[in-house]
């Protein structure tokens, strides 16, 4: 309702990696039981949205001459991506992601996280994505969008909201930061797959895991959970939402969710993410365990 109503007050940047479902309609299944038209596939946006490919949010680089993927991009090229969007300095944003999946909200938490560490400061992100906006009865568009070149500039990065290796480390050894792993459990207990640019099994020494599925709830529109039972959630698995914290995950894209929940939904202005997650710590070589801490 509120975004209905301030539309034409903000930018809305649509995030997704499926960039030709911006111009598709809808699919519905009717069904058998009731006759009515249930959403199965989001198709379209919402009038007036930019798209964001976020295939071309992260990037690789070279850190302490190790090449390491999908992580914050250069400033510049960050800036100019924005641009191409149609973003400007001074604007309001709305983060808006197809709201289909877990995985589409944290798309949303990450292009959040990203430019607020670029200096944006003035953002949201719809709650249930387009989907919500869907089956709140809100008008869809499938018309192609090809917004002008903005031009919204890069500010200094902020170093309070990300993590290094060096800094994940001191967390160990000193163990007055709180890790969490954004992971499933499988993948967290070392039991089941690893992603193939992760390089070991288990977790980082001391890491609470607080799984993905925890942040949306799992069907379609994936809203994320409420402050309160999030809480609840975390204080059950023994995390503590108001102390000093890095969230990780394989890339830095799940662990953005928990993150933007412990963040900016909760207030704890201390937490950081560790861009490079597991993806970086095993491509250094860095110990991993099974143990689950107590």
């Known amino acids: 309702d509120w975004l209905a109503k301030n539309k034409d007050k903000v930018v809305i940047l649509d995030i997704r990696k499926d960039v030709k479902s911006f111009t598709k309609k809808p699919t519905y299944k009717k069904d058998k039981k009731t006759g009515k038209h249930k959403l199965v596939k989001v198709g379209g946006h919402i009038p007036g949205a930019h798209l964001v490919n976020y295939k071309k949010v992260r990037a690789s680089k070279k850190i302490d001459g190790k090449k390491v993927t999908r992580v914050v991009p250069p400033k510049k090229d960050f800036e100019a991506l924005m641009q191409s969007v149609g973003l400007n300095k001074g604007d309001s944003v709305v983060i808006v992601s197809k709201g289909e999946s877990n995985g589409d909200m944290t798309m949303a938490t990450r292009l959040y996280w990203q430019l607020k560490y670029f200096g944006q400061k003035d953002m949201a992100i719809l709650n249930g994505g387009t989907a919500q906006w869907i089956l709140d009865d809100m008008k869809i568009s499938s018309k ?23 800094d994940v480390a001191a967390a160990v050894k000193n163990k007055d930061t709180q890790l969490v792993d954004t992971r499933g459990v499988g993948l967290y207990m070392g039991t089941w797959y690893k992603s193939s640019y992760v390089y070991d099994i288990c977790h980082i020494e001391g890491a609470i895991i ?26 059950r698995l023994g995390i503590d939402t108001s102390r000093k914290s890095i969230t990780y995950c394989n890339s830095g894209h799940l662990a953005s969710g928990s993150w933007f929940l412990m963040s900016e939904v909760m207030g704890n202005k201390d937490v950081k993410l560790y861009d490079g997650s597991m993806h970086q710590w095993t491509l250094e070589k860095r110990p991993t365990t099974s143990i689950v801490p107590k």
């Open 144 to 166: 192609a969008a090809k917004p002008k070149k903005g031009n919204w500039v890069a500010i200094a990065e902020d170093k309070s909201i990300i993590a290094s290796s060096q």
């Open 210 to 235: 607080y799984p993905n599925e925890l942040i949306t709830k799992p069907k379609l529109p994936a809203r994320f959970i409420s402050q309160k039972d999030t809480r609840a959630l975390m204080d």
